[in-house]
T-cell receptor, first 115, second 113 residues
Framework: DAGVIQSPRHEVTEMGQEVTLRCKPI?????LFWYRQTMMRGLELLIY????????DSGMPEDRFSAKMPNASFSTLKIQPSEPRDSAVYFC?????????????FGDGTRLSIL | AQSVAQPEDQVNVAEGNPLTVKCTYS??????LFWYVQYPNRGLQFLLK??????LVKGSYGFEAEFNKSQTSFHLKKPSALVSDSALYFC???????????FGAGTRLTVKP
């Protein structure tokens, strides 16, 4: 049973470039979450979707960040233009509906380095 | 808004000894509480959760946690630590009104042989 799949696992790019992170949630899960993890700030929720609809994007740091979920099996987080301070590990997680008592299942993350 | 605190950045225990990783929370109303573990270069893995009922919750890998409403705590415990338990542990809280889950800053557990 495949878990949450994220790609790429590592991304190194120069500042100013567009970066696209990808996520495939667990089949049947209708919530999808994007997190950013840094040493300084820990785990931050960026945005989450329910049934492909963005519900809360208040954690998105700037307009340079955007997220989409065109269908139930795919989501992207895009940074354009990227900056060195965006360097972090980005996690995608998914969960079932049925109440707030459902645990989230995390992918292995994308380690992003902006030079 | 809900919040969670993990007062210890680091916990060191000897293998075979009991371990405790502390967590306190703040939420309006009754909380849903979770523990996750993160191994190097991996995502967070769900360990256990408290929803309602028994205050002592048992989870994966022999871990358990005790919900204490009066102290607003949800400490993670294991009777006998293993070296392989060494990892980063996160406590999380979610209130019943929304899906916003708040994570603690994490506690690095090191179990020495």
């Amino acid at each position: 049973d495949a878990g949450v799949i994220q790609s790429p696992r590592h991304e190194v790019t120069e500042m100013g470039q567009e970066v696209t992170l990808r996520c495939k949630p667990i089949s049947g899960h209708d919530y999808l979450f994007w997190y950013r993890q840094t040493m300084m700030r820990g785990l931050e929720l960026l945005i989450y979707f329910n049934n492909n609809v963005p519900i809360d994007d208040s954690g998105m740091p700037e307009d340079r960040f955007s997220a989409k979920m065109p269908n139930a099996s795919f989501s992207t987080l895009k940074i354009q233009p990227s900056e060195p301070r965006d360097s972090a590990v980005y996690f995608c997680a998914s969960s079932l509906s049925g109440g707030q008592n459902q645990p989230q299942h995390f992918g292995d993350g994308t380690r992003l380095s902006i030079l | 808004a809900q919040s969670v605190a993990q007062p210890e950045d680091q916990v060191n225990v000897a293998e075979g000894n009991p371990l405790t990783v502390k967590c306190t929370y703040s939420v309006s109303g009754n909380p849903y509480l979770f523990w996750y573990v993160q191994y190097p270069n991996r995502g967070l893995q769900f360990l256990l959760k408290y929803i309602t009922g028994d205050n002592l919750v048992k989870g994966s890998y022999g871990f358990e946690a005790e919900f204490n409403k009066s102290q607003t705590s949800f400490h993670l415990k294991k009777p006998s630590a293993l070296v392989s338990d060494s990892a980063l542990y996160f406590c999380a809280v979610r209130d019943k009104l929304n899906n916003d889950m708040r994570f603690g800053a994490g506690t690095r557990l090191t179990v020495k042989p």
